[in-house]
């Protein structure tokens, strides 16, 4: 501790002596408390939400509210001629700041930076009391209102004490301390480069100083050196501008991201000692946009292919450390990408950063969403969002697009009830506010594009707020909210014809999918890999069918919380490529396939090594496996045996592999590249003559298989009965008031395997057997699916109709014997609870279990078959 605490002394001494910035975080031991929950109380380190845990628990929603983080900061007698201030990357979505109970300031928005200088408040040489208050309630006046992810609150960015000389760069600004560099004329021959900063001079007496400029090449290599003299009153600030030109500059891209950098740096011209030092990277490059032909950097045709990302993470929510940014960047290079969009909100800085290096194309968003408040507190506040927004990540090569907007009528599209005469001044006052965002988007920076995004309704070209910005992006979501996937480019053609001068993209696409359920015939909204992945190659295919079409993002990088959603996995979206936690679902592989230049392949069979195959015969069954290549053809050894070869088509080779039961390797080979698997066999018609081995387990009404990730066991796919086997016996697949969910899309309470209870057969009359004579464990999976139910169980009368899906009552039966008398799901376990009921049962001449029905229809999940004969 000596030693750390002398580095640490030297440090700031040789700070001070030399007059430079000194910059460092103050993130570790924060005491914090929630002010509606005071035994909240504890150590955090930054950065830190509190709602990493309970967004994801119960249906109550999150605590919204206030937090308040208390720290105590030594500041050296040493910076008592200094400027002190501190600079938050983000905090959701008000902060107040207090200093030694003084107040200091408030911020509001919960995705930009912000500064506050704290010189007048600080006790120099003394310990001084730090209070933030971060409240991430709802407020009608501060964007986002409402939207398809977690609003977590809390300082989950990184805050920084910074100290400068009293002759120093302006650091308490919208640009949080950044200096501006643009680049207004960029050829192959040569790029002419603007740099603006602010030199405010707070010594207390007229300074005369020298502001230089050293510009550095991408090889580290001092291009040039600039200075300009000026002179300063006391208290004043001055604008300094500087403006040069790069010979044959080493243009940006995807493929090579070169950055130069520009060190600034103020010398006082009494005795030539620096006082201030800032630095920032840049790159040379230019784009255009054609409605015709799609999007050109630095004169070359790129077709726009990425994701959208979220900056949230399992267990972490919002409070990412920097590694975790770093890592979700890398994994979308290193899937073929080259556009991001950034959404719905702008990310951490070093989001910005990896973008440049990486070379990833972006467009970066503030988050007005589904809907606005008409009001002037509302409109301010988002203009100065987007004014933080685009003076803090300005110098940013990589981004082309400035947004502003996202599916703005979503919310009055579908609420019931409003007046023609709402819905008018709805349309009026978002148009108003687009165009005002619009203009100050081109005035700040007359370079990049504007652009919005908009769900799939006529509205936006009728009411003509898609006429107002540069591009227009369509959230388009065939094939899952609309319509059928072929659909999708008579879309986007009849759009072209109508308007053949507006540049569009596709800025959202993508269904649902849980790596837990499996299917060789997949259908929408059964939240399956097979479907996600039939989804994806069609919109990929009708896009670059597409000349005018600028690309495409999905949505989205990675699953991510969302408290109100109801999917197969509760609180989460599971449209992401990659899970929650970063592992890739089968679909980011493909697009490596797709996007990729060195040869690739890849087995898509890590989710389903285990498979439960139709039978071709007595011995042997076939599997449907999918191998993803960008080569022209693919070579499959199975057990080190040549098998088959395949050409590729869309970036996938498919074999119709027929195998006995057993355990097999799997290698595919394409241009060199070689990729290794595994797969076990087992027959289905086999499944009850190896019951004592393991269960039979069925997930009964759907036509997918599910992986317990706990227990490991599949629950396979429903079947009809047929004599000789197993499977149902009467009822129809349940669907919930012709909803397109597979089931009922409902958060079933009391288990984590929510998809094996959301499907089920209703109606059904029998399960059976056919299998040798003994005794077994039967367990059965309910759920009562109707959320009304519930509130007529205690009107049961002779006279109520015997069909009403809310009165389900029902006996089971096995080989005749009553062992389950009147199952009342409703009443007895409430709507939506997984209900798990097992009992022993002695099969003779095979095995029947009866439904049978005392009021309305009976329903069943799944049932496990368990010999006791071991």
């Not at 556009?339 to 007005?368: K, Q």
Request: aromatic content about 10%; charged content about 20%; some cysteine.
């Amino acid at each position: 501790m000596k030693q750390l605490f002398l580095l640490i002394s030297i440090i700031v001494q040789y700070g001070v002596l030399s007059g430079q910035r000194i910059e460092h975080t103050i993130n570790s031991a924060w005491q914090f408390s929630l002010h509606q929950h005071p035994e909240s109380t504890g150590i955090v380190h930054l950065p830190h939400t509190w709602n990493a845990e309970d967004a994801f628990k119960g249906e109550a929603g999150y605590f919204r509210g206030k937090g308040s983080y208390h720290k105590q900061l030594l500041v050296p007698a040493e910076w008592s001629n200094r400027r002190v201030y501190i600079k938050f990357e983000g905090a959701n979505q008000v902060a107040k700041l207090w200093m030694n109970d003084h107040f200091v300031g408030e911020h509001k928005g919960g995705y930009t930076g912000f500064s506050f200088d704290l010189t007048s408040h600080v006790s120099f040489g003394e310990i001084n009391q730090l209070k933030v208050e971060v409240d991430n309630s709802h407020n009608a006046d501060i964007p986002p209102l409402e939207a398809d992810f977690n609003f977590y609150g809390g300082i989950y960015r990184d805050v920084s004490i910074i100290s400068t000389s009293a002759l120093h760069f302006e650091v308490q600004n919208e640009a949080a301390g950044r200096f501006m560099i643009s680049t207004p004329t960029v050829s192959e021959q040569e790029a002419d480069v603007a740099i603006e900063a602010v030199v405010v001079n707070e010594t207390g007496s007229t300074k005369k100083a020298e502001v230089i400029v050293k510009l550095v090449q991408p090889n580290g290599a001092v291009l040039r050196t600039l200075k300009q003299n000026i002179k300063l009153k006391p208290g004043e600030k001055r604008p300094v501008k500087f403006e040069t030109e790069i010979n044959k500059p080493t243009l940006w891209s995807p493929e090579s991201p070169a950055l130069y950098k520009a060190e600034l740096s103020i010398a006082d011209k009494k005795d030539n000692s620096m006082t201030d030092a800032v630095s920032s990277t840049f790159g040379c490059r230019w784009f255009s946009i054609d409605p015709v032909n799609g999007f050109f950097l630095n004169g070359k045709h790129y077709k726009l292919i990425g994701v959208n990302r979220h900056q949230d993470y399992e267990g972490l929510g919002n409070a990412l450390p920097k590694a975790i940014h770093q890592k979700d960047y890398r994994l979308i290079k290193e899937m073929g990408c080259n556009f991001v969009r950034i959404a719905h909100y702008p990310h951490d800085p070093e989001a910005y950063r990896l973008c440049d290096e990486l070379g990833l194309l972006v467009w970066s968003e503030i988050p007005i969403i589904n809907e606005i408040t008409n009001s002037e507190a509302f409109t301010q506040n988002c203009l100065q969002m987007q004014r933080e927004h685009i003076s803090q990540f300005y110098n940013h090569p990589s981004v082309i697009m400035w947004g502003y907007m996202n599916e703005i009528f979503l919310r009055m599209v579908f609420t019931r009830g409003l007046t023609e005469e709402k819905k008018q001044e709805i349309i009026l006052s978002s148009k108003r506010l687009a165009q005002q965002l619009d203009s100050l988007s081109r005035d700040l920076d007359t370079d990049r594009m504007t652009v919005m995004a908009l769900h799939n309704n006529p509205i936006y070209n009728t009411t003509g707020i898609a006429d107002i910005p540069d591009v227009i992006g369509w959230n388009l979501y065939f094939g899952w909210y609309d319509d059928q996937l072929h659909d999708l480019g008579a879309f986007l053609d009849q759009q072209h014809r109508l308007y053949p001068n507006r540049p569009i993209m596709i800025s959202e696409y993508g269904p649902g999918a849980d790596i837990r359920i499996q299917t060789d015939t997949p259908l929408p909204w059964d939240y399956s890999e097979a479907y996600q992945l039939k989804s994806h190659r069609s919109y990929y295919k009708q896009v670059m069918e597409r000349p005018y079409m600028l690309g495409m993002a999905a949505w989205n990088f990675a699953d991510f919380g969302s408290s109100g959603r109801q999917d197969a996995r509760p609180f989460v979206n599971q449209k992401g490529l990659l899970n929650f936690d970063r592992s890739p679902k089968n679909v980011y592989h493909y697009y490596q396939a797709l996007l990729l230049d060195k040869p690739f392949v890849f087995i898509a069979n890590k989710n389903r090594e285990l498979r439960y195959a139709v039978d071709l015969d007595s011995v042997t069954g076939l599997v449907v496996l999918d191998v993803f290549s960008n080569q022209a053809e693919v070579k499959l050894w199975v057990n080190d045996t040549l098998y088959l070869t395949s050409g590729v088509d869309n970036g996938i080779a498919r074999f119709n592999l027929s195998l006995p039961e057993g355990q097999y390797r799997l290698k595919a080979e394409a241009g060199g590249a070689i990729h290794h698997g595994e797969l076990q066999l087992a027959l289905r018609s086999k499944l009850l003559h190896q019951i004592s081995e393991r269960p039979l387990c069925v997930n009964v009404g759907s036509h997918c298989d599910y992986t317990d990730p706990i227990s490991d066991e599949v629950w396979v796919h429903d079947q009809a009965y047929r004599p000789g086997g197993w499977g149902y016996v009467g009822g129809q697949v349940f669907q919930r008031n012709n909803d397109k969910f597979q089931g009922t899309p409902i958060n079933i309470k009391g288990t984590d395997n929510d998809p094996l209870f959301q499907t089920m057969r209703e109606g059904i009359e029998q399960y059976r057997f056919d299998l040798a004579d003994g005794l077994y464990r039967v367990t059965l999976l309910f759920v009562e699916p109707n959320s009304w139910a519930s509130t007529v169980i205690y009107n049961l009368s002779d006279e109520e109709d015997i069909d009403d899906p809310a009165l389900r009552v029902f006996d089971i039966k096995a080989n005749g014997i009553k062992v389950l008398p009147n199952i009342n799901l409703a009443q007895n376990y409430g709507s939506g609870r997984g209900v798990k009921i097992s009992f022993e049962a002695k099969a003779k001449d095979g095995l029947v279990v009866e439904f049978n029905k005392v009021k309305g229809r009976p329903v069943l999940s799944g049932i496990q078959l368990e010999s006791l004969m071991r």
